[in-house]
């Protein structure tokens, strides 16, 4: 069933960016996530990082809220979002909202600075998100795609991208913030 399994991976998504839990994404949501991660990999305001993550998300908010919101109350309901996901999640609407989150991401997790992420940087990341530690580990087993024992920026990108877009539940991008439920 196509529309649940987009279902279950945006639901997954929505719950990791509303973060004060309200139900709704909000601009300042996506500042939490930012802060909650920098601070999670020691960053401080004073970082490049800092400010380059904090641009790509509020790059991703006004994307975001442009093609989501549909009664323009500066917020995102669950199902605003959902309707999104189901109607317009394709590989080439992709670039604009998370390339800039991607690599962004990926720099603040790569602390070694070797241009790729072992798995347990790739699982910081994931746990900087707010997911447990099981669900870090399938997330980074699950995107490497050459199977070298690291992930470069582009299989994360790829696989944040497909997460959104494709249809099939068992599918390596599907588990990229851990397993989904079945349902």
């Known amino acids: 069933m196509v529309a649940g399994v987009i279902a279950q991976k945006s639901d997954q998504w929505f719950n990791l960016a509303d973060v004060d839990g309200n139900g709704y994404i ?67 609407t992709a670039d604009g909202l998370l390339r800039p989150i991607t690599d962004a991401e990926f720099q603040v997790a790569d602390t070694n600075d070797d241009g790729y992420l072992s798995p347990d940087e790739y699982a910081e990341l994931l746990r900087a998100f707010g997911l447990s530690i099981r669900d870090a580990r399938v997330g980074a087993r699950s995107i490497d795609t050459d199977n070298d024992g690291r992930i470069s920026s582009e299989e994360y990108f790829v696989a944040c991208r497909d997460l959104y877009s494709r249809e099939a539940a068992d599918d390596r991008s599907s588990q990229v913030f851990g397993p989904l439920t079945r349902t």
């Open 26 to 92: 909000e601009e300042v949501d996506l500042q939490r996530l930012a802060e909650r991660t920098l601070t999670h990999f020691g960053y401080t305001k004073e970082s490049p990082k800092w400010a380059r993550v904090h641009e790509a998300y509020a790059k991703a908010w006004q994307i975001m809220y442009e093609l989501t919101d549909t009664d323009k109350d500066n917020r995102i309901s669950r199902s605003e979002f959902q309707t999104y996901m189901d109607r317009h999640a394709k590989p080439s």
